[in-house]
């Protein structure tokens, strides 16, 4: 009992931590910069790799940690993720149940991915820099 009680507690603790940080990231307020503190899929594989030399234990601790990043990640209200579509309902409820033009939802997704892939692009080629 008390292993279960400690892996939420952990997950909890570590799920704070990781709100705080996306708060830390809008505003700015991340120590050593926002380049320096994210890992694209190239710093992942590096610390996969890091993690599975120390053991299998760290190694699935680290898999607990990246799938509870990805599913707080999904959850940010930000077009083209699950919490844009969320928030995107929200004010159709708030509207009366008014839908949004189709074409007008289309085009802030698209402008969401398009920020994504950017995004995504850069923190990539900022690992790849890391590497040499």
Partial sequence: MKSFTTSITTTWDIAVQMVEFLGQLVTGRVAGGLSNSVAGPVGVIGMVSDAAKTGITNLLYLG?????????????????????????????????????????????????????????????????????
């Fill in 64 to 132: 607990a940690v990246i799938s509870l990043n990805l599913g707080i990640m999904n959850l940010v209200p930000f077009p083209a993720l699950d919490g844009g579509r969320l928030l995107l309902l929200l004010i159709e409820a708030l509207r009366g149940g008014k839908k949004l033009d189709p074409s007008k939802e289309a085009m802030i997704n698209i402008v969401g991915m398009s920020v994504l892939m950017a995004f995504m692009l850069f923190i990539t080629y900022k690992d790849i820099l890391r590497l040499f």
